[in-house]
């Protein structure tokens, strides 16, 4: 690869878009990586087509429709390494609360003509139907955390993503714990870093927007909870938000299931 730009496409599957646009919410980041690389597909940016091989493919989005389940395939076949970026590509996204539900009812209230309506019964991550070499996680994912992805990838090092909880930036921030001091539900125990503890931040509990962190114990926090007050119904709906697909939150909020 030496004297020539790795070749990245940037893919949407089922999403809000945010993820990807982070890319463009760069800023002054944004020229130094349009000088590291050739974005050789990128929808929301350019009007190229898809075509040929990728170095380095970045997937935003959950696979929610049989043409993505097919999409998917393709560009796994014609990338060197598949990166997912955002809730939605690495454990369904919010769209993923169809899981638990009957889909087919639900598409008969919302639409007209359920029948013009092509989607699958789950939304799943990525990696559920191809190889993801690195996962990106957020709701949306870190702009820095995105520069330090593709900037790892033109060194040839691995990215450098905090496997730690958001606890750890609150009290890197200087937080005062809103949970302990105010009763707050907040997720940040369970969450992995990432979003810099925004949300504790403004005196709010943390939404799990980043998904689980490693070796989460989503039990013990779900005890706490429960202790501050906080209903079998609130502890579900807690974990049934950005990432209610990811296991740890899935099965937490299962368990609370009322």
Do not use: W
Request: proline share 5%; glycine share 8%; hydrophobic share 40%.
């Amino acid at each position: 690869m030496a004297g020539k730009k790795p070749r990245v496409g940037v893919f949407k599957f089922s999403s809000c878009d945010g993820c990807q646009l982070s890319l463009l919410d760069c800023e002054d980041e944004l020229l130094a990586v349009a000088g590291a690389i050739d974005i050789a597909y990128f929808p929301e940016a350019t009007r190229a087509d898809d075509v040929g091989h990728y170095d380095l493919a970045l997937v935003e989005g959950s696979v929610t429709t049989p043409h993505e389940a097919k999409a998917i395939q393709s560009i796994r076949e014609r990338a060197t390494s598949l990166i997912t970026i955002g809730a939605c590509a690495t454990s369904g996204g919010i769209q993923a609360l169809k899981n638990m539900a009957d889909v087919k009812a639900y598409t008969a209230i919302v639409y007209a003509r359920p029948e013009f309506i092509v989607t699958l019964d789950t939304a799943t991550p990525i990696s559920d139907h191809v190889k993801v070499d690195f996962e990106l996680r957020g709701c949306p994912i870190s702009k820095h955390q995105l520069i330090e992805l593709i900037s790892a990838y033109v060194a040839g090092r691995k990215p450098q993503t905090p496997p730690h909880s958001t606890c750890i930036e609150c009290k890197l921030a200087g937080h005062v714990c809103v949970m302990v001091s105010k009763g707050v539900a907040c997720l940040g125990p369970v969450t992995h870093a990432g979003c810099g503890a925004l949300c504790p931040g403004y005196n709010r509990g943390c939404y799990g927007c980043f998904g689980p962190k490693e070796t989460p114990n989503t039990a013990s926090l779900s005890g706490q909870l429960s202790e501050n007050g906080a209903s079998a119904g609130t502890i579900h709906r807690l974990f049934s938000t950005f990432n209610v697909n990811a296991p740890a939150f899935r099965a937490e909020a299962k368990a609370h299931a009322e």
